[in-house]
């Protein structure tokens, strides 16, 4: 079999030394790449290619290993949180082997700061970034195996293929890996140099298979960080300031806390007053028995509306006067967004005089690894770092907080430490996606858009974290243009629009308050684009279009109008509905995937509208899992409804008033479809970026089908947003 040809980056495989078969994979820079010439900086480079470019010189990226009993085990430099990664990455690997899905381990690997940019987890990166790395190590493990039998049956390799975990001849002989993987790993076999497996030939790569770890989720099995028992290790929890960045002036009853049952240890930290305690019950009690006076923190002044009026004031003018030409104006606001996964911050830290170990759930190990070390006053390889499964991120785990303030709490304390934050402290005190202004602008003449100009006001996202590593992650601390470089330069590499709408400019400037934000899933599309969903139909109905029909005149691609038909057809766009039902319609194009999605909304109550049914269409270019990548269009279903319609955070007097679930109105199952129809498009590329896609078209397919059954057009997100609850005490 010939080798598919590579696009933009070439592989080079190694062995491994060690007593079983295992393969190392570099990865290099080709020297020829096809630059395409749409004008948007991220059709040109996104972030993704950024990633991938970045991780490309790293030495040893991937280790995978044939153990003794025939099994095969890759270490995985990512994290998984929920998104599917392990089945995905482990379907490459048996496919490309010729081995069973069940006998393919992926563990998460401890942070290696030898892989700099290549241990990041994020910008929908994972399986393009690894989908060839992955099939080269497994190729070159299959070659060596292959070498091997050849080599105990006195033959050449000619026809020798593998199948079932088992090297198999043209006249029936068979070997199991477990007995070839010693002979495969000896350094002086001579192998055939890998070819890698026709993707025409795929029986793995692209069958919709359930995730390797659904079992152990759904039973309660599944180890995340607070599971873990590490000896010693005391539950512990943390009073917060009663605004962001507040910290403690003075206890007041420190002695009758420590006194309290069960606790163990009280200590001061830059984020609070922490608390040990033999369980977290009490160490629950003892934290809300504290009387702590507090410095101020970073905005108390800000509230909603101030900050609102910073937003406007920040957004920057039009070049396009609308003197010769008809024009549509609008202007949209989004309020702050919590992460909300369902598991909170929590990490374990052991710090020694001389040595520490942390455990945490970690999109960016490796910076995470290189600051708390510099935090400790230890050299960074005296810092072990171990990646746990997530039990969900949407951006949160790409920070590092509860690693940082476990290892800092263990180290005042003087013993191991279990910390988790409480719900009322992650929503509070944890991350959000900031809150953003938009001003969009098109002129149109005879039919035709002539200009389309979008100007994005938004509060700082924090991507201090870099691109995973520590020097990166300076640059974007420096005081001057450091953070804001790098926003700017996330904008410029994700934001885009998929159609032919003359002069475009999508043009981002933020306002550096000083509060807890982050990537949050799609990062700045979300808000963005789904704000240009809004306004496309708005668009469409000032030059008396169908907006279907005028999205499919103005897209720029087959892909994305093939996706625009088949939900418009698998929907029935445009059937008679009751009064105060009516579609909606988004299309997004991203990291080298696009989707369509086409929602029915019943609004008749319009301060309790519901989705009561949604079709969404995903070209991902090489599916490696469509029912994973299902799960991903349905999650950002999801999170674009409950966004849209109720889900925000309200900050008052520099905090958050929200502190729970109950009071943070994520969507319920009452509030979810259940007439779902998902449709994964046909494989014609190499993969593409599956984790963000689905949410901006489906922020805009909800704000339009609300807008067509009310007559009310939505400026403000999310749409219904009051104050409904009794605040927590601060």
């Known amino acids: 079999m010939a080798s598919p040809a590579l696009n933009r980056r070439r592989f080079l495989t190694f062995l491994v030394a060690a007593p079983t078969l295992s393969i190392g994979v570099t990865m290099a820079a080709d020297a020829e790449a096809a630059i395409p010439t749409p004008p948007a900086p991220a059709d040109l480079l996104d972030l993704g290619d950024i990633l991938i470019l970045a991780g490309a010189p790293t030495a040893n990226m991937l280790v995978l290993t044939v153990e003794p009993d025939g099994s095969v085990t890759l270490r995985l430099p990512r994290a998984e949180v929920g998104q599917g990664i392990t089945t995905a990455t482990a379907m490459i690997v048996a496919e490309e082997l010729g081995i069973g899905l069940d006998r393919v381990r992926v563990k998460l690997d401890d942070a290696r700061p030898e892989l700099l940019f290549n241990q990041l987890t994020g910008g929908s990166n994972t399986i393009r970034s690894v989908y060839e790395p992955v099939r080269h190590a497994a190729a070159t493990a299959r070659s060596r195996l292959i070498a091997a039998a050849a080599q105990r049956w006195g033959t050449n390799t000619t026809g020798l293929t593998t199948k079932n975990g088992q090297v198999i001849s043209l006249d029936g002989l068979t070997e199991d890996f477990r007995d070839l993987t010693q002979a495969a790993a000896r350094t002086d076999l001579k192998a055939a140099a890998p070819t890698l497996k026709s993707e025409a030939d795929f029986t793995v790569v692209g069958t919709p298979t359930s995730r390797v770890d659904a079992r152990a989720m759904v039973t309660g099995t599944q180890r995340y960080t607070l599971d873990l028992d590490v000896p010693g290790a005391v539950p512990v929890m943390v009073r917060r300031p009663p605004t962001i960045n507040g910290t403690v002036k003075a206890i007041a009853n420190a002695a009758a806390v420590r006194a309290m049952p069960g606790v163990i240890d009280l200590v001061t930290v830059q984020t609070g007053v922490a608390v040990a305690a033999e369980t977290f019950g009490q160490a629950r009690d003892a934290v809300q028995a504290l009387q702590v006076t507090w410095n101020p923190g970073t905005v108390d002044g800000e509230s909603d509306a101030s900050i609102k009026q910073k937003l406007r004031a920040a957004a920057l003018p039009f070049v396009v006067p609308p003197l010769l030409t008809q024009y549509v104006d609008a202007e949209f606001d989004f309020a702050f967004v919590s992460h909300a996964p369902l598991e909170t911050n929590s990490a374990i830290a052991d710090v020694r005089p001389d040595q520490a170990e942390i455990w945490a759930g970690l999109k960016s190990p490796i910076v995470a690894q290189q600051t708390i070390a510099a935090e400790l ?242 070209d991902y270019g090489r599916p490696i899992n469509p029912r994973g990548l299902e799960s991903q269009l349905l999650g950002g279903l999801t999170d674009a409804i409950s966004t849209t319609l109720r889900a925000g955070l309200h900050i008052d007097k520099g905090l958050p008033l929200e502190g729970s679930y109950s009071q943070f109105h994520y969507a319920r199952q009452k509030d979810s479809p259940t007439d779902v129809k998902i449709f994964i498009m046909p494989a014609n590329g190499e993969p593409g970026g599956a984790g963000e896609l689905g949410v901006p078209a489906a922020v805009g397919a909800i704000a339009n089908a609300y807008a067509r059954a009310t007559g009310i057009k939505p400026r403000s997100f999310p749409i219904n947003f009051p104050v409904d609850f009794e605040p927590f005490p601060r």
């Open 377 to 618: 006053g230890l050299p960074q390889n005296s810092v072990k770092v171990h990646v746990v499964q997530g039990g969900g991120s949407f951006g949160r785990r790409l920070f590092f907080d509860s690693a940082l303030e476990a290892a800092r709490i263990s180290k005042a304390m003087k013993r191991p430490v279990k910390l988790m934050w409480s719900r009322v402290d992650d929503m509070r005190h944890g991350r959000a996606r900031a809150a953003s202004h938009h001003k969009l602008r098109a002129t149109f003449a005879l039919g035709n858009v002539l200009t389309f100009e979008h100007r994005v006001a938004s509060v700082e996202t924090d991507f201090r974290h870099g691109l995973g590593e520590i020097l990166t992650a300076m640059a974007a601390s420096l005081p001057v243009a450091g953070n804001l470089s790098f926003a700017q330069t996330v904008f410029l590499t994700t934001v885009k629009s998929p159609y032919n709408f003359g002069i475009t400019t999508q043009l981002l400037n933020e306002v550096p308050l000083n509060m807890h934000t982050g990537s949050w899933r799609s990062v700045y599309s979300a808000n963005t684009r789904g704000a240009e969903e809004i306004f496309v139909d708005e668009l469409a109905r000032k030059l008396g279009k169908d907006p279907v029909a005028f999205r499919r005149a103005f897209l720029k691609t087959a892909r994305q109008r093939a996706v625009l038909d088949k939900v418009a057809a698998e929907g029935q766009w445009g059937k008679a509905l009751p009064a105060g039902f009516a579609q909606g319609v988004g299309v997004h194009d991203e990291y080298k995937s696009c989707t369509a999605c086409l929602v029915t909304i019943d609004a008749r109550d319009k301060t309790n509208p519901r989705v009561v049914s949604a079709v969404i269409a995903a």
